[in-house]
C-alpha cells in the first residue's frame, strides 16, 4: 500500500492539471462566496437566512471542479492507456483504487480547508455589518468542517463514478446530474412529502445539511445524518468501481 500511495502521490503532483484544478476549487470557492457575503443585506427584522450557507455558497461551485479533478484522476489513465502499466506494476486493483482515493481526498480536503477558511472570514467580518449575524459557536464550527468534509467525499463519489464509466465526459456529466438532479425534481414536485424524502436522499441536498446552523429542526435531514447519507453514496460509489474494476479488463478491447 505504501508503495501504491507513493506511486498516486508522484502522478498527482506531476500532473499541471492537478494544481490548476485545486487552484480553481480554491478561487471558485471564495470568490462566491465573498459575492454573495457582500450582497446579502438583511433589515432589523432579519430576512431568514444562515450566515452559514450564505458564507459557504461558494462550496456549490467548488464541487464541481472538485468533480473533474476527481475523474481525471483516473479516466486520464484510461485515455492514454496508462491504466495498463498502473496495473501491470500493481497488480492489486483494490490497492490502486484504495491509493488513488486517499491521494485524491487528501488533496481535496486541504484545499477545501484553504477554501473554506477565508469564506467563514469573510462571513465573520461582512455578515455582522449586513445585519445578518455571525455567531461563532459550535454550530458553526461544525458548518465550517463539515464543508471541507463534503467536499472530500464529493471527490470520492467522483472518483468511483469515474472507474465505472472510465470516460471523463460521461463521468462529468453522471457525477453533476446526480448532484442536482434531486433538487431540481423536488422543486417541481408538489407533494411536500416526497419533496422532503428527495432532499434526504439527494447526494447534494443531503450533504449540504452539514452547512445548517439555524431551525434544525425544520430541515428535511440533520446536519450529520445528511453527511452521513453522502458518505454512503460515496461508499457505494467506491465499492461498484472497485468491483467493475476487479471483474473488466484494465482497457476495452479496440474494434479494428
Sequence with gaps: ???????????ARTVPGT??????????TVSLGALVTASTKCGSAGCGQDPARVSLTGIYLGQAVVAVLAVLAISDEYSTGMIRITLAAMPSRVTVLAAKAAVLAGLTVAAGAVAVLPSA???????????????????MLRAVAGSVLYLGLIALLSLGVATVV???????????TLLFVFPIVAHFVSNTTWQRHLEQIGPMTAGMAIQDTVNLASQPIGPWPGLGVLAAWAAGSLLLGGLMLRLRDALPARRH
Design 1 to 11: 500500500m505504501s508503495e501504491a500511495l507513493h506511486a498516486e502521490w508522484t502522478k
Design 121 to 139: 472570514l469573510l462571513g465573520r467580518l461582512l455578515l455582522p455589518g449586513n445585519g445578518l449575524g455571525y455567531p461563532l459557536d459550535g454550530a
Design 166 to 176: 472510465r470516460e471523463s465526459a460521461v463521468a462529468i456529466g453522471f457525477v453533476l
Design 19 to 28: 494544481i490548476w484544478l485545486l487552484a480553481g476549487v480554491i478561487t471558485l
